[in-house]
């Protein structure tokens, strides 16, 4: 499992802050629900915390380092979102959808491992 925490993050579209000073833990091995209104932040919490978004301000840690330490392909190897969305990408299938979120566990050529850790 993994460790995954924020500590004082800020983040905002522009000038409209979205999150202030947000410190969270998420427990390793639980099942954690985020829940609140339309509008309140949920989505660009998921956004921040998957590298999507950049914080303002403060940190988000996975496994005790600061996600931005992280070369991309070990970020993808230990975190993954796939964003909701009301539209597929046309023309895929789903086993298509989900080899492009295998990118981190491709060895040479775009040959994918038969498990995460094999490479």
Same mark, same amino acid.
């Given at each position: 499992?993994?460790?995954?925490?924020?500590? =004082?993050?800020?983040?905002?579209?522009g000038e409209n802050v979205i999150i202030e000073k947000?410190?969270?833990?998420?427990?390793? +091995?639980?099942?954690?629900?985020?829940?609140?209104?339309?509008?309140? +932040?949920?989505?660009t919490l998921l956004k921040t915390i998957g590298r999507?978004?950049? %914080? !303002? !301000?403060? $940190? $988000?840690?996975l496994d005790g380092t600061d996600i931005y330490e992280?070369?991309? !392909?070990?970020? %993808?190897? !230990?975190? %993954?979102?796939?964003? =909701?969305?009301?539209?597929?990408?046309?023309?895929?299938?789903?086993?298509?959808?989900?080899?492009?979120?295998?990118? %981190?566990?491709?060895? +040479?050529? +775009?040959?994918?491992?038969?498990?995460?850790?094999?490479?």
């Amino acid at each position: 499992m993994r460790e995954l925490r924020t500590d =004082q993050v800020r983040v905002a579209y522009g000038e409209n802050v979205i999150i202030e000073k947000l410190s969270l833990e998420i427990p390793s +091995g639980k099942i954690t629900t985020i829940i609140g209104p339309n509008g309140c +932040g949920k989505s660009t919490l998921l956004k921040t915390i998957g590298r999507l978004m950049k %914080a !303002k !301000k403060g $940190v $988000v840690y996975l496994d005790g380092t600061d996600i931005y330490e992280l070369s991309g !392909k070990e970020f %993808a190897r !230990k975190l %993954a979102i796939l964003p =909701q969305s009301p539209h597929a990408p046309e023309g895929l299938t789903a086993e298509e959808l989900v080899s492009y979120g295998r990118y %981190a566990h491709q060895k +040479g050529f +775009g040959k994918q491992s038969e498990r995460p850790g094999d490479n």
